[in-house]
Nanobody, 115 residues
Framework: QVQLVESGGGLVQPGGSLTLSCAAS????????MSWYRQAPGKERELVAS????????NYADFVKGRFTISRDNAKNTMYLQMNSLKPTDTAVYYC????????WGQGTQVTVSS
């Protein structure tokens, strides 16, 4: 059974930081490029960042460049998203995705940026 479990979300003040984790099981983690997406209320789900299997390549949406960092630890079957300088517009449910011939999604973790 494939499981992607996100954690680390919560309430943070503007300018603050959070680190999200995505723990994978039931798949060969090193076969999958991985991504983070987010979906704000009333909006479509959008790509935040992606990372290649070996950490060699990363890609970021313009709205998070310079503030967020994606990484993965293949030994722990875990992907991370370090989020700094958070803004109220970053408020959303954040999802991890395993990008293979068949894609798998986590259940999401809520991030709320508010004073």
């Amino acid at each position: 059974q494939v499981q992607l479990v996100e954690s680390g979300g919560g309430l943070v003040q503007p300018g603050g930081s959070l680190t999200l984790s995505c723990a994978a099981s039931g798949i060969t983690f090193t076969n999958y490029p991985m991504s983070w997406y987010r979906q704000a209320p009333g909006k479509e789900r959008e790509l935040v960042a992606s990372i290649s299997i070996t950490n060699a390549y990363t890609n970021y949406a313009d709205f998070v460049k310079g503030r967020f960092t994606i990484s993965r630890d293949n030994a722990k079957n875990t992907m991370y998203l370090q989020m700094n300088s958070l803004k109220p517009t970053d408020t959303a449910v954040y999802y991890c995705k395993a990008d293979g011939t068949r894609a798998y999604w986590g259940q999401g973790t809520q991030v709320t940026v508010s004073s």
